[in-house]
């Protein structure tokens, strides 16, 4: 019997990576999938994944990182993924072959306001860690504005994360941030059409930076 993806997305700062792990422990049968590690396993040739120049790498990288999450939950795992997953890389769920149809796909966007977000992301100690202010706020904007897709939002600005953790864990019992196909297939506005994974949208990235956000 199949299991259910979920997607755990966010800015960075929001609590994705420690939200997810934890959700995943919650269920018998699980995997956690942490989106930037796909990008730490190209050895050479990457390309910051915030760069415009990225849009063709990001497209590959989600790809792998779909097959990888439908393969498991179609063998029966709850596979949790956390990563900058925005509404405009959701096409790469879309299709499904005849193997992992019966597969339900979640979607959670961890939102703080975006004052506590910069706060959290710029106090990161991991050494690859994103900490840029600029970029961190350009990420949050990013997310601000998700149209139809506000449901999906929970709002960690207050919150503890093992409250946050209740909270996602008891939406998606309820189903209530199940994606249908039209969900899936969000168009873009032009201004969302030029980036890739995180749109494009920083300016002057120091190129030498982290690749984990």
């Known amino acids: 019997m199949s299991a259910d993806v979920v997607i755990l997305t966010g800015p960075p700062g929001a609590g994705k990576s420690t939200t997810a792990r934890v959700l995943a ?15 730490h396993y190209i050895v050479s040739g990457a390309t910051l ?12 990288v989600m790809g792998v990182i779909r097959r990888a999450a439908f393969g498991y939950a179609a063998g029966g ?5 956390d990563g900058i997953i ?16 019966s597969v339900r796909l979640h979607y959670a966007v961890l939102r703080p306001a975006r004052e506590e977000t910069v706060r959290r992301a710029v106090g990161r100690m991991a050494p690859d860690a994103l900490v840029d202010e600029e970029v961190v706020t350009v990420l949050w ?21 093992a409250e946050t953790v209740r909270v996602l864990s008891d939406a998606v019992a309820a189903d209530r941030l199940l994606l249908d196909t039209a969900a899936r297939s969000v168009p873009l506005r032009s201004e969302h059409r030029a980036g890739g994974t995180y749109r ?3 300016s002057n990235p120091d190129r030498r930076g982290p690749r984990s956000i």
């Not at 925005?86 to 149809?101: I, K, N, Q």
């Open 141 to 161: 904007e990013q997310f601000s504005d998700l149209g139809r897709l506000e449901g999906h939002v929970i709002d960690t600005t207050d919150q503890e994360p």
């Open 200 to 202: 494009g949208a920083i």
């Open 77 to 81: 795992f709850t596979t949790v993924i």
């Open 25 to 39: 422990a919650t269920y018998p049968a699980s995997v956690h999938l942490h989106a930037d590690d796909f990008w």
């Open 49 to 60: 994944p915030y760069l415009p120049e990225s849009d063709e790498q990001n497209q590959v």
């Open 86 to 101: 925005g509404p405009w890389m959701l096409r790469h769920f879309d299709y499904l072959d005849e193997a992992v149809a």
